[in-house]
T-cell receptor
Framework: GAVVSQHPSRVICKSGTSVKIECRSL??????MFWYRQFPKQSLMLMAT?????????EQGVEKDKFLINHASLTLSTLTVTSAHPEDSSFYIC??????????FGDGTRLSIL | DQQVKQNSPSLSVQEGRISILNCDYT??????FLWYKKYPAEGPTFLIS?????DKNEDGRFTVFLNKSAKHLSLHIVPSQPGDSAVYFC??????????????FGKGTLLTVNP
């Protein structure tokens, strides 16, 4: 149980493109979803927290207009990287939590902007 | 400011022996701690957690110890198996502080269990 599916696993695109990443909880209702970013040899850095049906809460230093988060249902959250540039290249990973249960993670998305 | 620190980037142990992974934290508001295991090209998988009201939690081969006064926790794996080879992340949150259950992660420790 507690499976989180994240798609796509890898994206390579040109600078200026917007990229959408989906995160789905397959067998539980995700009351809260989280989006992280990880740089090489660094820890997972929380970007934003979203609760179903409400606006995401962004961490300090994360541009909300750059990283659009939608959590329209209890099983789906999306992260859209708008007008992506090479500095946005990174590993993005989502997690989901039902109530007070531990967070369960997707397998991540490797984003490469050329 | 690294609030959760895993000072050993890597650890190598022999199969059958004990693996001890360490984690230190600085934020005294943290009251819930988790260990995640991560294989290459996969997301972290939840292993075991501990609340600050306890000092030990055991699940099969995995035991987590918490020393609140030292702000230190450790994960013991015994006996270690080659399949345990992975990166282990320590994470912490302030559950009772209305933080919306945000996790703060360490940088991870790469465990290699040699046959």
């Amino acid at each position: 149980g507690a499976v989180v599916s994240q798609h796509p696993s890898r994206v390579i695109c040109k600078s200026g493109t917007s990229v959408k990443i989906e995160c789905r909880s397959l067998d539980f209702q995700a009351t809260t979803m989280f989006w992280y970013r990880q740089f090489p040899k660094q820890s997972l850095m929380l970007m934003a927290t979203s609760n179903e049906g409400s606006k995401a809460t962004y961490e300090q230093g994360v541009e909300k207009d750059k990283f659009l988060i939608n959590h329209a249902s209890l099983t789906l959250s999306t992260l859209t990287v708008t007008s992506a540039h090479p500095e946005d290249s990174s590993f993005y990973i989502c997690s989901a939590r039902e109530g007070q249960q531990p967070q369960h993670f997707g397998d991540g998305t490797r984003l490469s902007i050329l | 400011d690294q609030q959760v620190k895993q000072n050993s980037p890597s650890l190598s142990v022999q199969e059958g022996r004990i693996s001890i992974l360490n984690c230190d934290y600085t934020n005294s508001m943290f009251d819930y701690f988790l260990w995640y295991k991560k294989y290459p090209a996969e997301g972290p998988t939840f292993l075991i957690s501990i609340s600050s009201i306890k000092d030990k939690n055991e699940d099969g081969r995995f035991t987590v110890f918490l020393n609140k006064s030292a702000k230190h926790l450790s994960l013991h794996i015994v006996p270690s198996q080659p399949g345990d080879s992975a990166v282990y992340f320590c994470a912490a949150s302030a559950e009772s502080g209305g933080s919306n259950y945000k996790l703060t992660f360490g940088k991870g420790t790469l465990l290699t269990v040699n046959p």
